[in-house]
Structure formats: structure tokens, C-alpha cells
């Protein structure tokens, strides 16, 4: 397997593992650190396609994955609050009895 | 250099994978900060030491803190008392997807005609970067600075907003 | 590309950001607001001026700018900018005459509490203006248009907590939206029959040879060529933005808003926008004179509904009461006059006349808002008076700006430019109507602005408010002086002995002809102006009015006249009994059709499907219903695994697009499907 393959196979398996967690835990916390790891996962694409892949401008690649990691964190911000949001109208961070469609 | 791409790799992977299952939130936070810090290391392995620092800054430094808070804060959970019935179900069909997705990317990834590795990392200074960001990327950069205002204040109204709490009402 | 050139899009920019900073600041920002308004203006009409000087370089060339704005099908839009020496000049124009306004709402506006959105407004409407003036595409110059037409909107009615305001801006808004309907329909025809929307674009924009020869071949049906029907789209948007009759009743309504924004609205901008349209687009316009066999030009409707509006406008100015009425009918007259000078094919004219009209009119507004400011808002000709004792400088600027208007020979801007205008009607050869009515205009013109003047400043005080009222401070004042000062000056750049700005606009050399070329009808006019002066001075001058209550001479002597023209020749009244009515009557109709008609044939069907139903009933309760009754089962089942979808569950909804992923992926990569 060539680098970029491994590299690949590497955000390819962060990515699997972020699903996981993010479909299996309950907790809003851990959903949310699953979407994280998700979203690393594909900035990781980014880096390993700047570093190995076909030479585009020397740059792009970098900055898109600065440009991941601000959203990453604009992202955690606002899921933590809703978090918090939710804990204080339902008391508890199980994120499957927040299923009411409605206030 | 591929087995240190492996090694890193692996344990990336193992400290995400064991966070995913723990049971205790506070360690899973911990544990997590090493799969991003792991991440950064992959980053520098790779050539990108200026997203290595941002993502150390960003991720180990700035969201874990926030996590760690957001989990102190709901610590009343009763999450941690008691698991539902349906919790093993859930498990299952998320093991499911997980590995289906996980060896649909794979499948793909083996089986795509790549172009071979340059020999070298392409070099980025960070006065580069810079002016990347701050000329042909200028619009997106702006875009992604009103992204994070919003955000920080969409999120201080949701935290912040909410009926008042009643007096007899803590858990 | 010059400096000037790549520049320019600033100078409407300029005033964008004032107003979107003012949009932002809070209510107590009154200096703030202000004091990036006025700079934004100043710093346009730097530019405006920079960009003159270009501009005059080489006046014929026409310096463009564009740019693609995205792709459409097959074609695409485009956008952009033009500098020339007729969108220098009225870029120049329209911002030194803001920037004056900008700063006597500084004075005039200062109690007002809705401060910071009055800049906020004025610099949207001043942005949108100078949009207009530079767009090099129809497409923006439309957009542009259509800000003017809401920035109109909020500024009239500023003070909406007047009924009387608010219904006159949603006047005003409708009014000009019917032109605005049919300038739209002539730029889609145009674009769908051209392919572009370019005014120059090096050969192939809409208004160079190659393009208007292609459109020239193409024929309607009813003997009517494609350019003439365009142009006459085209003109109706003109005519509602320049308050052309039939579509002049917003302007005097327009009067409602604050006097600046009167000031800006019916000098500057808003009216301008019209005759500025039709001397831009005059290449268009003025084609299908060469195609012999059209029945109808496009400027001979032009000259026709000009010729009626200089008239009309003059003949109901004479019988208003309003101080800011008067001003509003002189305004349609005025514009009249520009449209007939179009019309008749020296749009060079149109543009003297314009750009003069701008200094004096907006001297007359802000002078009549000045006299308002110091009165608390009296406004009623027949309750103000004297005031030329208590405010000699508004006095003598007023003066100025009357003399300007009426046409005082030699010294006044007014003159000139008109001279010019009644000049290019004599030379027309398809009639000489349009000079006939020019020329009863500007005995009316005299007459009234004569009457308006020793109304408001002769004679005794009518009024508590007039007799309190005292000169303004500097604020106020100065403004009023530089446009003085203007209405006298301008009047130079376009005699016949030294024709600058016909060579500058139409980029040739013009020879410069004898001062008194034409001189008998120059000496008519003349006479013509002396009568009504004469005529205003003999009514209302000789013996002043001493109070409120006096019969207007006028109205003594033709009582029925005076009545008529007071209600503006009763032509809303008209609208509102055809128009109005009309509709009315529709709705009647379809209200009749509906009850009786309709609804009989409706209720006949019903007791029908009654009378059938009662039969099927039987029939249906005892073999059909068991089909219809699985039917149903079977779609509400279907409707329940459907909302069990929608669980609300956040889990499970990722796991379906998980799901959906692979399945996609893998009907990729299985099926080769690339």
C-alpha cells in the first residue's frame, strides 16, 4: 500500500470509529465528541491529499484544513450549548428522550 | 517512514475506539485528547506543522476544555445510573453501520487508481499561508470569521436562554 | 484603463456604506451617523470629480468596465461601469447637490428623533442614484432604479405615523412601479432579442451600430419595428420615474416627506432618473428615425407627452396653496420641458436643462424648507407672508432660484437652458406643438413663481408662526448660497457663444455661434417671461394679500378656473372614477358572476350530486364499500410507517444517511457507475 492509501485507510477508520460512537452512546456529550471525530477524519483527507496527491497550488490543502478546524470548533461551541440547553429543560444529556419535536 | 505512519496510526485509532466505549465520560474526554493530540502528530508527520499547532491550540488546548466543562456542568446526569433496555440494540445497529461504512471507504480506497506520492512535502512557509489566506482566500476567511462570531454568540443565547429554574427542581 | 475608471464603482459605494453603517448605529448616534453620511458624500463627489476630469480628456470615448456576474444557459450576465463625460457630469452633479442637502438636514432634521435612519435613507437613496447614473449594463442600471424607487418609499414616508405620508409613499411606489413594469418588459425584450444587456461593450452593446442594425431589421406585427416598441417600454418606466403625465400624480403627494428628501426626490435624483434613462439609452432610442417606414417614432410619443406635461404641470402650479405643492407641479412642468427637449432630438439640451434645474430647484426646496423650519411647519402660502423682512438670506436666495426658474434673460442659469430646449423644439420638423405649449409654459412658469414669492415674502405676517419666524443658522443657510451661486453660474457652460457642454457631452468640437442666435425667438421668450412677471406682480404683488382669509385675486377673477386647476384638473378624482371604478365594476361583475351565476350552476350541480349520491348510497353501502374501506387501511398504514420515521430521534436519523451512504457507495463501486 502506498502512503496516501494508509493515510487514507487511517481517516477512513477514525471516520467508522466516529460513527460508531455517535450511533451507539447515548450520552449528547460522546455523540458530539463522535461528530468531532468524524470531522477530523476529514480534514486528515485533506492534509494526506495535499501531502501525497496530484500537486495543486502549495497551499490549498493547508488551508482547508484550517478552515475544518475553525468549523470544527464553531460546531463544538454551539453543540455544547445545545447541550446545555437541553439539560436544563430535560434535567439529563440522553440525547434519545430528547425526541420531542417540539418545545 | 510507513511504519511510523502505522504506529501512529494505531494507537490514534485505539485511544479513539477505547473513548468511544468507555463508560465513564471524564475518561473518555481524557482519552480523547490523546486521539487529537495523536492527530497533530500525524500532521507533523506529514509536513503540516502550522495545522499541527492549530489543531493542538484548538482541539487539546481549547475544545476539550469546553467538553470537560460541559461535563462537570451535566454531571447530575442519570445517565450514568441507568442504561435503557434499548441501549443493546442500538449498539448493535451502530456496530453495523459503523463497520459497513467502514469497509465501504476501505474498499474504495484500496481499489482507486491513486497517483503515486511525491517525493517530498511541498513546502509551505508560514508567511506563505498567510498571504494564501489573506489573498485568494480572503472571502473565505472572512466567511469563516462571521461563521465563529454567530457561532459564539448563537451559542452564549442558547446556553444562557431557557425557563427559569425552579427552586425545589435540581435532581 | 485610467485610474478614474477603475475607481468609480466607489462613488456609489461610498454612500452604500453610509447607509449600511447607519443601518447599524443605534438611535443615539446622531453625530455619528451624520458625520459618515456627509463624508461618504464628500468623498464621492471627490471622485465624481476625478472622474470628470478623465472623462473631458476624450469626450467621446466611452471608458467602460465590465464583468461577468454568472453564467445563464448559454449565455451569461453581465454587469458594469461607464465613464463618460454624461455620467461624469451627472455624477458630479448628483453628489454636490446631495452633500448640500446632506448638511441642511443637519439643521433641518435636528429635532427629529429617527435622526440616524434619516442619513441612513438619504445615503441609501444617494448610493442608488449614483448606481443609476454609472451602470454601463441595463441589467444594474434597473437594480439601481429600483433601490431609487424604495429608498423613495421609506424617505416619503418617513414620517409614517401621517396617515397622509404613508399613503403617499405607497402612492408613490405603485405609481412608478406600473412605468417600472414596462421598462422590465422592454429590457427582457431587448435582452431576448439582442443577447446582451451591455450598453458598450466594444461593439456589441446595445447601444452601438452593429447590434441596433440587427435590431432594426427585425419587424413587429402591425407595421410597429422592434426598437420602437422597446423605446416605448422603455419610456414608461421614464415617465413614471419622472412623474410624466399620465403617471405624475405621486410627485405632488411625495411632498409629505421631510423638505430635504423633497429637496433630493424632485431636484437631484429621483426624477432626474428618468430624463437621465432616455438620454442614455438616446443611441436606442432615436433609431428607428431612420427606419422610413415606421409608422410611429419612438420620439415623437416622447415629444407628445412632454410638450402635455410642461403645460399641465404650469397651468395646475398656478392655482396651488401649498408652498411645497407649487414647487412639485413647477417640478413636473420642468420635466416636461427636459422630455419635450429629448423628444425633439437635442438631448444635450435635456441634460443643460437638467443639470440647472438640479442647482435651482434644489435651492427653491431647501429655501421653501428653510421658510417651513423657521415657521414650525406652516406651509400654507395664504398663512406665511413677510417673511422677506425676518429672513433676508433665505430671501435673496429664493429670489435667485424664482428668477432661475422663471427664465430672467441673461444672467440666470435658467435662461439658458431653456432657450436651449425651445430652441431644439423650433428646429423640429415633424411639428411645432410641442414649441407652442413650451412657450405658454413660461408665461405660466412667471406667473406663478411670481405669485409664490410675494405670497411668501411680501406683505404683512398672516399667521402667529410667520410672524415669529427668524433666520436659520448657517447650517441652513450656507447651502443655500452655494446653490445659489450655482443657479446663476451654471447657466454659462451652455450659451451659444460658448457651447462647452454640448462638446463635452457629445465629445465634438461644437463652433461657438452668436449670443443672440435666434435671437426672435429668444426676444419672444423674453417678452413672453416679462408678461408673466408682469402678469404675477399686477395680481398679487401691486396690493399684497393683508390676511389669511383674502380671496385669491386669481380666484376672483375666474373663480371656476382657479377651482379647477386647484384640484389638479381633478385628474386623481379621473383615476379614481375610470381606473377606479372600473375595477370596482369588475369586482361587482365577478361578485355577481360568482353569487348568481357560478354559484346557481354550483348549487344546481350540487342538488344533482345530492339527488345521485341518495341513489349511489344505497348501492355503495351495500357492494362498493369494502374496496374503498381496504384502500384507505392500506394508505393509512402506509402514513403510520411513515411517521414512524420521524421520530425525533437525532441517532437514528444518522444512522439512516450511514445506511444510504453504503448503499450509494456501493452501487458506485459495483456498478462502475462514473
Given at each position: ?103 | ?171 | ?268 435624483t429621483m426624477v432626474a432618473a428618468g ?131 422663471s427664465g430672467v434673460p441673461f444672467l ?162 379621473l383615476y379614481a372614477a375610470t381606473l ?95
Open positions: 500500500m502506498s502512503p496516501l492509501q494508509l493515510c487514507l485507510a487511517f481517516s477512513s477508520l477514525l471516520f467508522a470509529v466516529g460513527l460508531t460512537g455517535a450511533l451507539a452512546r447515548s450520552n449528547s456529550i460522546l455523540v458530539l465528541l463522535g461528530l468531532e471525530l468524524m470531522l477530523t477524519a476529514g480534514s486528515v483527507n485533506f492534509i494526506a491529499f495535499w501531502r501525497f496527491g496530484p500537486p495543486a497550488s502549495p497551499a490549498t490543502g493547508v488551508v482547508f484544513a484550517i478552515f475544518a478546524i475553525a468549523v470544527a470548533a464553531a460546531e463544538t461551541a454551539v453543540g455544547l450549548a445545545l447541550v446545555i440547553a437541553v439539560y436544563r429543560h430535560q434535567r439529563n444529556i440522553r440525547l434519545p428522550e430528547a425526541n420531542r419535536l417540539k418545545g | 517512514m510507513n511504519t511510523v505512519l502505522v504506529i501512529l496510526a494505531l494507537a490514534t485509532l485505539g485511544t479513539a475506539a477505547v473513548a468511544m466505549s468507555l463508560r465513564n465520560l471524564l475518561h473518555s474526554v481524557l482519552l480523547l485528547t490523546a486521539t487529537w493530540a495523536g492527530v497533530a502528530a500525524f500532521y507533523l508527520w506529514a509536513g503540516a506543522e502550522f495545522v499541527a499547532f492549530a489543531q493542538l491550540l484548538v482541539y487539546v488546548g481549547a475544545i476539550s476544555m469546553a467538553v470537560l466543562f460541559a461535563v462537570l456542568l451535566t454531571r447530575h446526569s442519570r445517565d450514568d445510573v441507568a442504561a435503557p433496555p434499548a441501549a443493546r440494540s442500538r449498539g448493535v445497529y451502530a456496530a453495523a453501520a459503523g463497520a459497513a461504512v467502514a469497509g465501504v471507504l476501505l474498499a474504495a480506497v484500496s481499489l482507486a487508481p491513486l497517483a503515486t506520492a511525491p517525493a517530498r512535502a511541498p513546502a509551505v512557509s508560514v508567511r506563505q499561508l498567510g498571504g494564501e489566506l489573506m489573498g485568494a482566500h480572503a472571502a473565505s476567511l472572512l466567511a469563516v470569521a462571521v461563521l465563529l462570531t454567530v457561532a459564539l454568540v448563537g451559542a452564549v443565547v442558547l446556553a444562557a436562554g431557557g425557563p427559569p429554574e425552579k427552586p425545589g427542581d435540581t435532581p | 484603463m485610467p485610474p478614474s475608471l477603475e475607481t468609480l464603482w466607489l462613488v456609489p459605494a461610498l454612500p452604500l456604506l453610509a447607509a449600511s453603517l447607519g443601518a447599524l448605529t443605534p438611535r443615539g448616534g446622531r453625530r455619528f451617523s451624520a458625520g459618515v453620511a456627509i463624508a461618504a458624500m464628500a468623498g464621492a463627489l471627490l471622485l465624481s470629480c476625478l472622474a470628470l476630469r478623465a472623462a473631458l480628456l476624450d469626450p467621446s470615448a466611452h471608458l467602460v468596465h465590465n464583468f461577468r456576474w454568472f453564467d445563464l444557459g448559454n449565455g451569461a450576465v453581465e454587469l458594469g461601469w461607464l465613464l463618460d463625460p454624461l455620467s461624469a457630469l451627472m455624477c458630479v452633479m448628483v453628489s454636490l447637490v446631495g452633500l448640500l442637502i446632506f448638511i441642511f438636514s443637519l439643521g433641518y432634521m435636528c429635532e427629529d428623533e429617527n435622526f440616524t435612519r434619516f442619513f441612513c435613507f438619504m445615503s441609501l437613496f444617494a448610493a442608488a442614484m449614483l448606481g443609476v447614473v454609472i451602470a454601463n449594463s441595463l441589467l444594474l442600471l434597473f437594480i439601481s432604479w429600483e433601490l431609487v424607487g424604495l429608498a423613495s418609499y421609506l424617505l416619503i414616508g418617513f414620517w409614517f405615523h401621517k396617515p397622509a405620508a404613508a399613503a403617499a409613499a405607497k402612492k408613490a411606489f405603485i405609481t412608478t412601479r406600473i412605468g417600472d413594469l414596462g421598462l422590465l418588459l422592454g429590457l427582457v425584450w431587448l435582452y431576448d432579442s439582442t443577447g446582451s444587456l451591455l450598453l458598450y461593450d466594444g461593439g456589441n452593446g446595445v447601444l452601438e451600430a452593429g447590434v441596433l442594425g440587427n435590431l432594426g431589421t427585425m419587424a413587429l406585427a402591425g407595421g410597429l419595428a422592434v426598437p420602437t416598441a422597446i423605446s416605448l417600454l422603455i419610456f414608461c418606466g421614464a415617465a413614471g420615474k419622472s412623474g410624466q403625465f399620465p403617471l405624475h400624480v405621486w410627485l405632488p403627494d411625495a411632498m409629505e416627506g421631510p423638505t430635504p428628501v423633497s429637496a433630493l426626490i424632485h431636484a437631484a430624463v437621465f434613462l432616455i438620454a442614455r439609452v438616446f443611441p436606442l432610442i432615436s433609431y428607428d428615425q431612420a427606419l422610413a417606414a415606421d409608422p410611429l417614432h419612438a420620439l415623437t410619443v416622447v415629444a407628445a407627452i412632454g410638450a402635455v406635461t410642461a403645460l399641465l404641470g404650469a397651468a395646475i402650479a398656478t392655482a396651488q396653496s401649498d408652498l411645497k405643492r407649487v414647487l412639485a407641479f413647477s417640478t413636473i412642468s420642468q420635466l416636461g420641458y427636459m422630455m419635450l427637449a429629448l423628444g425633439v432630438g437635442s438631448w444635450v439640451a435635456a441634460i443643460f436643462h437638467l443639470l440647472t434645474h438640479a442647482f435651482f430647484k434644489a435651492l427653491l426646496f431647501l429655501a421653501a424648507g428653510s421658510v417651513i423650519h423657521a415657521a414650525h411647519h406652516e406651509q400654507d402660502i395664504r398663512r406665511l407672508g413677510g417673511l422677506g423682512r425676518t429672513m433676508r438670506t433665505t430671501y435673496a436666495t429664493f429670489a435667485v432660484g424664482m428668477m432661475a426658474l440666470f442659469s435658467g435662461f439658458w437652458s431653456k432657450e436651449a430646449v425651445l430652441h431644439a423644439a423650433s428646429e423640429w420638423a415633424v411639428s411645432q406643438l410641442p414649441l407652442y405649449a413650451g412657450l405658454v409654459g413660461v408665461v405660466l412658469t412667471a406667473f406663478y413663481m411670481t405669485r409664490l414669492l410675494c405670497e411668501v415674502f411680501w406683505g404683512p405676517a398672516r399667521s402667529p408662526e410667520a410672524a415669529h419666524a427668524r433666520e436659520n443658522t448657517g447650517v441652513i443657510t450656507v447651502p443655500l448660497v452655494i446653490l445659489a451661486i450655482g443657479s446663476v453660474g451654471l447657466g454659462f457652460l451652455g450659451t451659444p457663444a460658448w457651447p462647452w457642454l454640448e462638446s463635452a457631452l457629445t465629445g465634438r468640437p461644437v463652433a461657438p455661434r452668436s449670443l443672440l442666435e435666434g435671437g426672435g425667438l429668444m426676444a419672444l421668450s423674453i417678452v413672453l417671461v416679462a408678461a408673466g412677471l408682469g402678469a404675477g406682480w399686477a395680481l398679487y404683488g401691486r396690493k399684497v394679500r393683508v390676511s389669511a382669509d383674502a380671496k385669491d385675486p386669481f380666484s376672483a377673477a375666474a373663480p371656476r378656473l382657479f377651482g379647477f386647476l386647484g384640484a389638479r384638473m381633478r385628474l386623481d378624482e377606479g371604478r372600473l375595477n370596482t365594476l369588475g369586482a361587482a361583475l365577478a361578485d355577481f358572476m360568482d353569487r348568481w351565476v357560478w354559484g346557481g350552476a354550483v348549487g344546481f350541480l350540487a342538488l344533482l350530486g345530492e339527488f345521485t349520491g341518495s341513489v349511489n348510497s344505497e348501492v355503495d353501502e351495500s357492494g362498493l364499500n369494502a374496496g374503498f374501506n381496504s384502500a384507505s387501511e392500506r394508505i393509512r398504514g402506509a402514513g403510520r410507517a411513515y411517521s414512524g420515521a420521524q421520530s425525533g430521534d437525532a441517532q437514528g436519523y444518522l444512522r439512516t444517511v450511514a445506511v444510504a451512504f453504503v448503499v450509494l457507495a456501493l452501487l458506485v463501486l459495483l456498478g462502475g457507475g462514473r
